[in-house]
């Protein structure tokens, strides 16, 4: 367990004590995900935890599934696959329309994610960055869903009404998420945060006779229930008397903007903008929404210009806790993401092509963002200044491995010849090796002048992709090659136990790359493997160099002391390697030959194509009565609908 008790009982009290921000500082390989999880079972509140990236948040909603398995755990990420946003370059008179392609298992799982909110206790939701962006308010999302009993006295048809209010759609051919269907006497709803499950109304005249949940594929019904509640197919949907007085500001603000358009000559952008948001006008009247509705949010929500637009954070209950992970990279994103946001609608709005209202369709300001935020508990490995203040220097460590590993031997040597006599360390390691460069040229020279002196050696720069980029790492761990070249080694992902040196060229050279959170997250590579040691090369002391190796030798002797305390040896850690993202093992099952399965990484375009052919295999199965083999084909679908929010 090392130190994680105390970090744990540390976390806890600060929470019930009141304290809004906390620390926790924990080195790789310490087990920060398992307190984290601990710290969520002991308090039993609703839960947030952010992460930098989609990768590593999928991996966080993994892990915390496994440790929660009967609690309501929940996705929220950026739903698009595809996105490019509307834009305007004025220098060549470019008008870029938005174009994008929506991921529906994402955009369910954010469906799940504010439903559990609003509606369950035990919950906790994993996100991005995405959590700052503006979405429908809580209030009209809450205040819109349709709530229905058993032994109700209402029609099929007013049901109808409300379920096409909140943008469901009638559809008695193909049974989607967001359709309804009527056979007979009895109205089949497909809910929009559901997976798998549909509800089944029966009617007697105008009353509810009985509501069942039932399997969507297979039709068998699974429970009797005494109560659904049905919320909106859309986080933007609006009662319609919201609309109608949203429409009247649209009209008043879209009359002075054409005046001042009209005023300054600006003929143009004067038509250019009547005609786009009549028509937006006309569709909202008709149909309740329009395409590119987002962009009359502050009009929808009824909030004054400037107010910050309701974000999944107006979704968290009061007494939520938040987790940052990796805090050191996440905080400065959100403070990033509003500013280039601006700058693009401005100049749609400057030229016509939107209301100036467009702008309040933004993602939070970090200064929004700090006053909403809950009780906070900041976690990673190597804490910036800003987290560090604002917990008043107070830090909960978690340096002891429960492996006993130790934080890796650092060497400091010159680097006159530095590459020599790298590849003469290189030749005594058994182990794999890391080497860190400052630039691409580099990387490629090293890379080139150890495989001329025979070894087995590869690099790793920004021009690889992703899967190419996992490629090289699992046969780096496969032993096909001995060294990985690269620039920034500090990514998610390079977790290598096999790893036994790390070698730091140009240690001295103060930059982003050098810093003293680089540096220490850097040497943290070697400390996965019980012979783990770091050479820097450098002919100067920075002070960064100084504060890393001093903060690496304290953590060291910390884990001496501990491991010498209870009679601990330390033992590298054993990771499986798998040959695709996501830890899949499945192995292929000729008694189930629709299971996926592949020899080597597959992307994600392939992925969505097998997914596409299965679909295809289940629908026909179905319609051939094999329900049995239909179950089987979805559940291998959810399998890799799952594995596609890795690759994504």
Not at 260 to 285: A, C, S, T
Request: hydrophobic share 35%; net charge negative.
């Amino acid at each position: 367990m090392g130190d994680q008790p105390q970090a744990i009982s540390e976390l806890v009290s600060g929470i019930k004590d009141g304290r809004r921000n906390q620390v926790l500082l924990g080195v790789t390989g310490s087990g920060k995900t398992f307190t984290m999880a601990n710290v969520i079972a002991e308090l039993g509140r609703p839960a947030m935890i952010m992460a930098p990236n989609k990768i590593l948040a999928a991996q966080l909603y993994t892990e915390m599934k496994a440790f929660f398995p009967h609690n309501h755990v929940e996705y929220f990420v950026s739903y698009y696959d595809y996105y490019q946003p509307e834009a305007y370059l004025p220098t060549t008179d470019t008008y870029i329309d938005k174009d994008a392609s929506i991921n529906e298992q994402l955009d369910r799982m954010r469906h799940s994610a504010t439903r559990a909110m609003l509606e369950e206790r035990d919950v906790v939701v994993v996100s991005s960055v995405s959590a700052i962006y503006g979405m429908g308010s809580p209030e009209q999302y809450s205040g819109m869903k349709v709530v229905l009993h058993t032994g109700d006295k209402i029609s099929m048809a007013d049901v109808m009404h409300s379920l096409v209010d909140i943008q469901y759609k009638r559809n008695d051919m193909a049974f989607e998420r967001g359709d309804f269907r009527v056979r007979g006497d009895t109205l089949d709803i497909f809910p929009s945060h559901s997976q798998d499950r549909g509800w089944k109304l029966s009617f007697w005249g105008d009353e509810i006779e009985e509501i069942w949940e039932f399997d969507a594929l297979t039709g068998a019904k699974l429970q009797k229930l005494d109560r659904i509640a049905v919320y909106p197919n859309t986080h933007y949907a609006t009662p319609m008397p919201s609309i109608l007085q949203a429409i009247g500001q649209i009209r008043s603000d879209l009359k002075d903007r054409l005046e001042y358009f009209h005023d300054n000559m600006k003929y143009i952008e004067e038509q250019r903008l009547r005609e786009r948001v009549n028509f937006d006008i006309e569709m909202m009247e008709s149909t309740g929404t329009c395409r590119g509705i987002e962009n009359y949010s502050r009009y929808l929500s009824g909030r004054a210009p400037g107010q910050p637009p309701p974000t999944l954070f107006e979704y968290l209950p009061k007494d939520a806790i938040l987790f940052i992970d990796e805090s050191h990279v996440t905080v400065p994103q959100i403070g990033a993401m509003s500013r280039g946001d601006r700058a693009r609608k401005e100049t749609l709005s400057q030229y016509g092509f939107r209301l100036p209202a467009c702008i309040d369709n933004r993602p939070l300001t970090f200064e929004e963002w700090d006053k909403l935020r809950p009780q906070t508990i900041f976690v990673s490995a190597t804490p910036a200044e800003w987290e560090l203040n604002q917990s008043g220097g107070i830090v909960s460590e978690q340096v002891i491995r429960p492996t006993g590993l130790l934080d890796p031997e650092c060497e400091v040597r010159p680097t006159a010849h530095q590459v020599d006599d790298l590849l003469d360390e290189v030749k005594k390691v058994r182990g794999r090796v890391l080497v860190t460069t400052l630039t691409k040229k580099m990387a490629e020279q090293l890379t080139d002048y150890f495989v001329e002196n025979g070894v087995r050696a590869k690099y790793l720069h920004s021009d690889i992709e992703t899967l190419e980029r996992i490629e090289l790492l699992r046969d780096l761990r496969l032993g096909k090659f001995d060294v990985l070249v690269g620039i920034n080694l500090l990514r998610e992902g390079l977790d290598v136990p096999e790893c036994e040196l790390v070698a730091i060229m140009d240690a001295d050279k103060e930059g982003f790359l050098r810093s003293t959170r680089s540096l220490i997250q850097t040497i943290g590579r070697a400390a996965r493997n019980a012979n783990g040691r770091v050479i820097l090369y450098a002919d100067n002391m920075t002070d960064s160099m100084r504060a890393a190796l001093g903060e690496t030798a304290r953590r060291r002797e910390k884990q001496m002391a501990y491991n010498k305390e209870h009679n601990i040896t330390p033992k590298t850690v054993t990771k499986a390697v798998f040959s695709e993202v996501g830890d899949k093992q499945e192995k292929t099952d000729k008694k189930r030959r629709f299971v996926y399965t592949s020899d080597g990484v597959m992307d994600a375009d392939t992925l969505r194509k097998e997914i596409k052919k299965l679909t295809k295999q289940m629908r026909d199965a179905a319609e051939n009565l094999e329900f049995e083999r239909a179950a089987e084909l979805r559940d291998a679908i959810h399998k890799m609908e799952d594995d596609l929010l890795l690759l994504e």
